[in-house]
């Protein structure tokens, strides 16, 4: 029943089962000025929306800020290569001020 509700659901936000997805391999972590950066792309209708993470790996464990931006891009492809740009762009604006918060998670 609930896989039912679910393909009803997204059919009427035009998703379909087998778009959600993304593909495999493509997201791998790239280092950048000490950070860690895991771009994860949202998948938005027809379009991927850029998304991340950036990581910083502390004695204290990983601290992390994830980001979403409105930009959005047709291939899952673009979109990963577009949320790493932005994600160092993220780090080169406000580098160590990014956790000044204190907070190991958070938004970026």
Do not use: C
Request: aromatic letters at 8%.
């Amino acid at each position: 029943m609930a896989s039912f509700v679910s393909r009803i659901l997204k059919g009427l936000t035009g998703q379909s089962g087998g778009e959600e997805k993304q593909p495999a391999g493509s997201n791998e972590a790239e280092a950048y000025e000490g950070f860690l950066i895991h771009p994860a792309p949202e998948r938005e209708g027809q379009q991927w929306r850029i998304a991340g993470t950036i990581i910083q790996q502390r004695d204290d464990g990983d601290w992390e800020r994830t980001f979403t931006r409105a930009d959005t891009f047709a291939t899952h492809e673009d979109a990963v290569t577009n949320s790493v740009r932005k994600a160092k762009q993220i780090i080169d604006e406000r580098g160590s001020k990014l956790f000044a918060d204190g907070e190991a998670t958070g938004r970026a």
